[in-house]
C-alpha cells in the first residue's frame, strides 16, 4: 500500500483483528528503545574514536514511558551538505529533481522556517473515513505540547461500532518534534490489524534512520529491522501533512521532499493544483485540491495516488484526504 498508507495511515484490514495487551505493549516497546539505545551507544563509540581520545558522554535515560516517548536530540551528522543522488523516473527517462543540499542551521529546510510558528499551533481535527463509499471509521489528527524543549504531533484511526466486526482497525502514530528544528525525534507506530498486532519506532542515530518493529500474531513474536542512510532533514508522515496544511503550497510546487516512514525512504512533489468548490456546514467553501507523485527508490508510482484538499481562504484546514490503491479508494472528509 506504500505511500498510500503513509499519508494517511489507513490500514485494510482483515476480520480477526485484535488490540495488543498494554502489558505486551510495554514489553514490546521496551524491548525496542533497548535496541535504539544500542545503537546509539555504538555510533558515541566511533565517534570516540574517530574524533577525539576524550569524549563526554551524557547518561542516556533507559526510562521509555508507553504512551509518549521523547528521546534525546539526534545526533548531528557531519554529511548534512552532501548531495543526495537521484535516479531516473520509471519507463519515462526523465531525470528525477535532484534536493538541495541540507545546511547545519536552525532549522534546515527554508521553506519549514517559514512556517515554524504555525506548524507549531495546537490543533485537533477530525475526520469521517470511507472505504469504497463506506463511512467505516474516524480519523484524528492533533497536536500537544510535551515540554519546553518537544512537542508531538499524532494520528489515530479507529472503527466506527458496527464495522469493528467486519475489520478492526485501531491504530496510531505518534512523532516527537524538536521545536527548535523541526526534526522528527522520534516516530512511534501501533497498528491492530489482520490478526496481528505490532509495535514500532523509527529514529535518527548518527547518519543513519533506523527503524525496529516487534510483532505479535497468534502468540508467536517476529521482528524486522531497516536503516535508512540519509542526512538531513527529513519529514514523518504527520509533519508533512502539517506542512502542507499550513504552506504557500504553489511555492514548493516544484521541490522533492523526503519522507521517511516504517524505515522506507520516499520523495514527494506537488503535479498539479486546482481550486474546486465544495459545501461545508451548509455552506460554500472553496478548497485548493493538491495531487502529488510519490517517488520510491528513484522511480515514478504510477499505482499509488494522494490527493489533498485544504481550504484556500483564512483557515488553511485540510478538508480531504484521498489515496488510491489497488483495493479501491480510501477517503477521509473533515467534520470538526
Given at each position: 500500500?506504500?505511500?498510500?498508507?503513509?499519508?494517511?495511515?489507513?490500514?485494510?484490514?482483515?476480520?480477526?483483528?485484535y488490540k495488543i495487551a498494554e502489558r505486551d505493549k510495554e514489553s514490546l516497546e521496551n524491548e525496542?528503545?533497548?535496541?535504539?539505545?544500542?545503537?546509539?551507544?555504538?555510533?558515541?563509540?566511533?565517534?570516540?574514536?574517530?574524533?577525539?581520545?576524550?569524549?563526554?558522554?551524557?547518561?542516556?535515560?533507559?526510562?521509555?514511558?508507553?504512551?509518549?516517548?521523547?528521546?534525546?536530540?539526534?545526533?548531528?551528522?557531519?554529511?548534512?551538505?552532501?548531495?543526495?543522488?537521484?535516479?531516473?523516473?520509471?519507463?519515462?527517462?526523465?531525470?528525477?529533481?535532484?534536493?538541495?543540499?541540507?545546511?547545519?542551521?536552525?532549522?534546515?529546510?527554508?521553506?519549514?522556517?517559514?512556517?515554524?510558528?504555525?506548524?507549531?499551533?495546537?490543533?485537533?481535527?477530525?475526520?469521517?473515513?470511507?472505504?469504497?463509499?463506506?463511512?467505516?471509521?474516524?480519523?484524528?489528527?492533533?497536536?500537544?505540547?510535551?515540554?519546553?524543549?518537544?512537542?508531538?504531533?499524532?494520528?489515530?484511526?479507529?472503527?466506527?461500532?458496527?464495522?469493528?466486526?467486519?475489520?478492526?482497525?485501531?491504530?496510531?502514530?505518534?512523532?516527537?518534534?524538536?521545536?527548535?528544528?523541526?526534526?522528527?525525534?522520534?516516530?512511534?507506530?501501533?497498528?491492530?490489524?489482520?490478526?496481528?498486532?505490532?509495535?514500532?519506532?523509527?529514529?535518527?542515530?548518527?547518519?543513519?534512520?533506523?527503524?525496529?518493529?516487534?510483532?505479535?500474531?497468534?502468540?508467536?513474536?517476529?521482528?524486522?529491522?531497516?536503516?535508512?542512510?540519509?542526512?538531513?532533514?527529513?519529514?514523518?508522515?504527520?509533519?508533512?501533512?502539517?506542512?502542507?496544511?499550513?504552506?504557500?503550497?504553489?511555492?514548493?510546487?516544484?521541490?522533492?521532499?523526503?519522507?521517511?516512514?516504517?524505515?522506507?525512504?520516499?520523495?514527494?512533489?506537488?503535479?498539479?493544483?486546482?481550486?474546486?468548490?465544495?459545501?461545508?456546514?451548509?455552506?460554500?467553501?472553496?478548497?485548493?485540491?493538491?495531487?502529488?507523485?510519490?517517488?520510491?527508490?528513484?522511480?515514478?508510482?504510477?499505482?499509488?495516488?494522494?490527493?489533498?484538499?485544504?481550504?484556500?481562504?483564512?483557515?488553511?484546514?485540510?478538508?480531504?484526504?484521498?489515496?488510491?490503491?489497488?483495493?479501491?479508494?480510501?477517503?477521509?472528509?473533515?467534520?470538526?
Amino acid at each position: 500500500m506504500g505511500n498510500v498508507v503513509l499519508i494517511m495511515f489507513l490500514f485494510i484490514v482483515g476480520c480477526s483483528s485484535y488490540k495488543i495487551a498494554e502489558r505486551d505493549k510495554e514489553s514490546l516497546e521496551n524491548e525496542l528503545m533497548q535496541k535504539v539505545e544500542n545503537k546509539e551507544k555504538s555510533e558515541l563509540s566511533k565517534s570516540e574514536k574517530v574524533f577525539s581520545p576524550i569524549v563526554e558522554v551524557k547518561k542516556i535515560n533507559k526510562s521509555y514511558p508507553p504512551k509518549v516517548a521523547v528521546s534525546e536530540s539526534p545526533v548531528v551528522s557531519q554529511k548534512r551538505d552532501k548531495k543526495l543522488e537521484v535516479g531516473k523516473v520509471n519507463g519515462k527517462g526523465k531525470s528525477m529533481p535532484s534536493l538541495s543540499s541540507v545546511k547545519e542551521e536552525k532549522i534546515a529546510s527554508p521553506y519549514l522556517s517559514e512556517v515554524e510558528d504555525q506548524i507549531k499551533e495546537k490543533f485537533i481535527h477530525r475526520y469521517n473515513v470511507s472505504l469504497l463509499g463506506v463511512v467505516m471509521g474516524q480519523l484524528d489528527r492533533f497536536s500537544q505540547t510535551i515540554n519546553s524543549k518537544d512537542f508531538i504531533l499524532g494520528g489515530k484511526l479507529k472503527n466506527r461500532s458496527f464495522y469493528k466486526y467486519l475489520y478492526s482497525i485501531d491504530d496510531s502514530l505518534i512523532t516527537t518534534m524538536d521545536k527548535e528544528s523541526l526534526f522528527p525525534k522520534l516516530v512511534n507506530l501501533e497498528k491492530n490489524e489482520n490478526g496481528s498486532s505490532a509495535v514500532s519506532v523509527q529514529k535518527v542515530v548518527g547518519d543513519k534512520i533506523y527503524f525496529f518493529e516487534n510483532v505479535l500474531k497468534k502468540g508467536r513474536k517476529s521482528s524486522k529491522e531497516r536503516v535508512v542512510d540519509f542526512a538531513g532533514h527529513y519529514f514523518d508522515p504527520l509533519l508533512f501533512l502539517r506542512f502542507i496544511e499550513v504552506s504557500d503550497v504553489g511555492r514548493i510546487k516544484n521541490e522533492m521532499f523526503p519522507i521517511v516512514f516504517r524505515g522506507k525512504l520516499y520523495h514527494m512533489k506537488v503535479k498539479k493544483i486546482e481550486d474546486v468548490e465544495k459545501k461545508y456546514n451548509g455552506k460554500k467553501a472553496i478548497l485548493e485540491r493538491i495531487s502529488f507523485d510519490t517517488f520510491r527508490n528513484g522511480k515514478l508510482k504510477t499505482d499509488q495516488k494522494i490527493t489533498i484538499e485544504k481550504f484556500k481562504e483564512g483557515n488553511t484546514t485540510i478538508f480531504s484526504l484521498e489515496g488510491k490503491m489497488k483495493v479501491g479508494v480510501l477517503y477521509g472528509e473533515l467534520v470538526e
